[in-house]
C-alpha cells in the first residue's frame, strides 16, 4: 500500500526548483552565488557563550514564550535602537527562526478564505504557509521598474478590489534586496490604514539597510496594533544554525501564537537562546563590521553584473542582487542550470520566488570578495 | 579610516578598478588617492604575511620579544634611546610600553645564537640600559587579526533560499 498525502501538500513545492537545488548540492567546486546566509561564522563571543552554556548545564527546556531574560535583552533592544515598545511577558515570543514564527502567526490570525495579500517576488514559504492555514493568497506583482516596490496606489487599488485583509511584507526583501525609507512606509501606512490591513513584517534582514535607516514598520503612528513583527538572529548575527527568531504584536496575537508553539514546538532550543542573548548583549561590532564589507561587495556585484549587460537594479538592502536575464532568452532554471554545468557557479533561478520573477535570478554576495570576483568573470564568460 | 585605506589594509592586492567598484568613486579618484596616501607616508609599504612555520627552509628563523629597561635621558626622554636601539636592523619593532619596562622589542634573527650575541654584545652594554628580559617565541596562533591556521572552511550549503 502506498501511503497517500494530503492533496494541499502534494501540490506545495515547485519541483523544478528542488531538482535544480540537488543537481547543486550533489557538485563538488562550485562557486556558489545562491546561498541565503551569511559568509561569516557566527561571531566567537557568541560561540562561546552558546559552549559555555552546555558546560553548565543548560540543556533543559525553557519557558514556552522564550527566556524571560531574552525577551527582557530584546524588549530593551528594541526600546533603545527603534523606541519600540514591547511588554516582554506577554508581546514577545521567541520562535525557531522567524519561518516558524510566520507559520504560527498566519494560522492564528487566518479564518478559512480570508484574503492574504503577497507581493512578489518574495521569500518562498509567505504563499504555501498563508494557504496551509486556510488562507486565500492573492499575489501583487511588483515592477522591475520600480525596484520591486509596492506602490501605495497599487496596494490601494488590489485591497479595494480583493478585499484583502492581511498583508505580508518583507524589506528589505529576499530575493529583492528592495526596502522601503520612512517616507515611502508612510505612504503604504495610509492605505493599510485606510483598508483595514493588518500586516506581518518579516524584518529579519534589518541590519543590512544600506541607503538610509531602517524604520520597522510598528514604530509609525497607529501601526503598532496592527502589525505583527518579525525578525530573528539568523542574517544579522551569521546565526543561521542556532535557529531562534522572535514575533512581536498584540497581547491577544502572541497569546494565540504562544499556544500553537506550546504544542508544536514547546520552546525554542536554550542553547541558541542563550547565545542569541548574547548577541543581543555583545554583538554590535560584529554587524556593523559585516554591513561594510556586504556594502561593498553590493556595489561590486551591481556594477559588473551591469557591464556585462544583465540589467541590474541597486538593492538596498539584504545581500541579494536581483538582476535580469531577459535578454538571454533564457528560463531561470535553464540560465542557472547551463551556468552550473559550464562554469560551475551556482545561483537560485528567480521562478522560486513567484512565476513574476522569471527572466531574473538571485545572487547572493554574501560571499568572499576573492570568489564574487571569480565567480563574475565566468559569468561573463558564459554569456559569449 | 578613509574606506580605500580599510580596503588595502585588509587586502593590499585589490586593483584600483575593484575599490572604485565596490566604494561607487571612479578609478581615477581612488588611484589619485592611493598615489596620495603613498607620497604623504600614510601608506608605507605593500607587504604579504607569510605563515613562517609553514616554510621548510626558515625554520632556523627565530624571534624574541624583549623588555628592556631603560634610564630616560635629559631633555629628550626615551627617544634618544630609542633611537639608538630601533636603529639595529634585528630590531623588527619596537614600542614605548607602560608598565614595570619601557621599550618593548620585537627582534629577529637567524638562530637563537644570534639573537643571543644581539642581546649580549650590543643592547645589554649600552649606556642607559638599566635591564632586559627576553622571551622566546615558542609558537604563534595569531598576528595582525590573523588566525594562523588552514582557514576555518565554511560548512554552509552550496545553495538555500
Not at chain 1, 26 to 41: N, Q, R, T, Y
Not at chain 1, 116 to 130: D, G, K, M, N, T
Not at chain 1, 329 to 352: N, R, Y
Not at chain 2, 131 to 138: E, K
Request: proline share 4%; net charge neutral; with cysteine.
Amino acid at each position: 500500500m502506498k501511503i497517500q498525502i494530503s492533496k494541499k501538500v502534494d501540490d506545495m513545492a515547485p519541483s523544478g526548483i528542488r531538482a535544480f537545488f540537488d543537481l547543486v548540492l550533489g557538485m563538488k567546486d562550485v562557486i556558489s552565488l545562491g546561498v541565503g546566509e551569511p559568509d561569516f561564522v557566527t561571531p566567537w563571543n557568541i560561540r562561546e557563550k552558546a559552549i559555555t552554556a552546555y558546560e553548565e548545564g543548560y540543556t533543559s527546556y525553557t519557558s514556552n514564550k522564550g527566556l524571560i531574560s531574552l525577551r527582557k535583552q530584546i524588549a530593551h533592544f528594541l526600546k533603545h535602537k527603534f523606541d519600540l515598545v514591547y511588554d516582554p511577558e506577554t508581546e514577545i515570543l521567541i520562535t525557531v527562526g522567524v519561518s516558524e514564527g510566520l507559520d504560527l502567526a498566519w494560522r492564528t490570525l487566518i479564518n478559512p478564505g480570508d484574503k492574504v495579500l503577497v507581493p512578489e517576488p518574495c521569500y518562498v514559504s509567505y504563499a504555501p504557509l498563508a494557504d496551509m492555514a486556510g488562507g486565500r493568497v492573492i499575489r501583487m506583482v511588483t515592477q522591475t521598474k520600480n525596484h520591486f516596490k509596492m506602490l501605495p496606489a497599487e496596494l490601494d487599488q488590489i485591497c479595494k478590489k480583493e478585499g484583502i485583509k492581511y498583508l505580508m511584507i518583507n524589506y528589505p526583501s529576499n530575493p529583492t534586496g528592495a526596502s522601503y525609507n520612512r517616507k515611502e512606509l508612510e505612504a503604504l501606512v495610509k492605505v493599510i490604514k485606510k483598508n483595514n490591513v493588518v500586516v506581518i513584517s518579516d524584518e529579519v534582514y534589518d541590519d543590512l539597510t544600506y541607503d538610509f535607516d531602517h524604520v520597522p514598520l510598528a514604530t509609525l503612528p497607529g501601526m503598532k496594533e496592527r502589525v505583527i513583527y518579525m525578525n530573528g538572529f539568523s542574517k544579522a548575527y551569521a546565526m543561521t544554525g542556532f535557529r531562534i527568531g522572535f514575533a512581536c504584536g498584540p497581547e491577544n496575537v502572541i497569546a494565540g501564537m504562544t499556544k500553537i508553539h506550546q504544542y508544536t514546538i514547546l520552546c525554542a532550543p536554550i542553547n541558541g537562546q542563550m547565545a542569541a542573548e548574547e548577541a543581543l548583549v555583545n554583538g554590535h561590532k560584529s554587524v556593523a563590521a559585516m554591513k561594510t564589507e556586504y556594502k561593498r561587495r553590493r556595489q561590486f556585484i551591481v556594477d559588473s553584473l551591469n557591464e556585462m549587460g544583465l540589467e541590474c537594479h541597486m538593492p538596498q538592502g539584504a545581500f541579494y542582487a536581483f538582476p535580469s536575464i531577459k535578454k538571454t532568452s533564457m528560463t531561470s532554471i535553464d540560465f542557472a542550470q547551463e551556468l552550473l554545468k559550464e562554469q560551475k557557479v551556482a545561483l537560485v533561478p528567480g521562478v522560486a520566488f513567484g512565476p513574476s520573477a522569471e527572466g531574473h535570478v538571485r545572487i547572493s554576495y554574501a560571499s568572499s570578495f576573492e570568489a564574487l570576483k571569480e565567480a563574475m568573470a565566468r559569468v561573463k564568460k558564459f554569456l559569449k | 579610516m578613509d574606506e580605500i585605506l580599510d580596503i588595502l589594509a585588509g587586502d593590499a592586492r585589490v586593483t584600483p578598478v575593484e575599490i572604485a567598484k565596490m566604494t561607487g568613486k571612479s578609478k581615477d579618484a581612488v588611484q589619485k588617492a592611493i598615489k596620495k596616501y603613498e607620497q604623504s607616508g600614510v601608506i608605507v609599504q605593500y607587504k604579504t604575511l607569510i605563515n613562517h612555520d609553514l616554510v621548510r627552509e626558515s625554520n632556523s628563523f627565530v624571534r624574541a620579544l624583549i623588555e628592556v629597561s631603560v634610564t630616560p635621558q635629559k631633555d629628550v626622554g626615551f627617544d634618544h634611546i630609542a633611537e639608538r636601539i630601533y636603529s639595529f636592523p634585528e630590531v623588527v619593532s619596537c614600542y614605548l610600553v607602560s608598565g614595570t619596562y619601557d621599550l618593548l622589542l620585537i627582534v629577529e634573527g637567524e638562530n637563537i645564537q644570534k639573537v643571543s650575541n644581539f642581546i649580549a654584545s650590543k643592547l645589554s652594554p649600552m649606556e642607559n640600559v638599566r635591564g632586559t628580559a627576553t622571551h622566546f617565541l615558542l609558537k604563534k596562533y595569531k598576528e595582525d587579526g590573523h588566525v594562523l591556521k588552514q582557514k576555518e572552511t565554511s560548512k554552509r550549503l552550496n545553495i538555500s533560499y
